[in-house]
């Protein structure tokens, strides 16, 4: 069955501290996987989309990579308004849906 | 460029309503995806439509829950005889690409609150 695992749940960062989310995943053939902010009453935004083991996508203080079987939010040098819920979600092939994980909280303290 | 709108935002019914919830997607998509979630989890998939197609409803609950999206006006999610396990957020997203091969751009989401 396909299905997605973010780790950790939560993760509380000192401003300047950087750190890794991990998304694990399972799928029948990878069509795309995604990363999304999600702030509280809001809907997700999308960052970044990686299609292949091997590549890697950069905006400001984040960047994504993805292997096999797993995908990495690093975060480098957080700030404060990086705080927020980080979702990963893929999309296999010969389907239309996409799974997402349940999401890792992120809290950066000034 | 208005992104995808959703509304109302927040929607409170009493048990046995109905509840109706609206999604106008970005200007030039024509795929439309609904999701649902609870406090403190993912968001799980109901249904992927494209203009007046169900394409894929596989999340979907069976009874109570019917989808459309119009040739035109927004698309529609339509939730009859709530129950208080329906209380939810519920997501739209859309899509310009068939499968929704690129990334989804989300609405803010609508607050079903059952009482």
């Known amino acids: 069955e396909d299905q997605v695992t973010q780790s950790p749940e939560a993760l509380r960062l000192q401003e300047g501290e950087s750190s890794s989310l991990n998304c694990s995943y399972t799928?029948?053939?990878?069509?795309?996987l995604f990363w999304y902010r999600q702030d509280p009453g809001k809907g997700p935004e999308f960052l970044f989309t990686l299609y292949s083991a091997g590549e890697e996508k950069e905006k400001e203080r984040l960047k994504a990579t993805l292997t096999k079987k797993e995908s990495f939010l690093h975060i480098t040098a957080p700030k404060p308004e990086d705080s927020a819920t980080y979702l990963c979600a893929v999309q296999a092939y010969n389907f239309n849906k996409f799974y997402f994980g349940s999401g890792t909280k992120l809290n950066v303290k000034p | 460029n208005a992104g995808v709108m959703q509304n109302p935002r927040h929607l409170v019914r009493r048990r046995g309503q109905e509840a109706r919830l609206r999604c106008s997607p970005m200007?030039?998509?024509?795929?439309v995806y609904w999701y649902r979630q609870l406090p403190e989890e993912g968001l799980k998939f109901m249904v992927y439509l494209q203009k007046e197609n169900i394409i894929d409803e596989s999340g979907m609950p069976k009874e109570r829950f019917s989808a459309e999206f119009p040739k035109e006006g927004p698309s529609i999610l339509r939730i009859q005889q709530v129950v208080r396990g329906d209380s939810a957020a519920y997501f739209c997203?859309?899509?310009?690409?068939?499968?929704?091969?690129?990334?989804?751009?989300f609405g803010p989401g609508t607050r079903l609150t059952v009482l």
């Open positions: 200007k030039g998509h024509s795929h």
């Open positions: 799928v029948s053939g990878l069509r795309g």
């Open positions: 997203a859309s899509s310009p690409l068939p499968g929704g091969g690129n990334e989804q751009f």
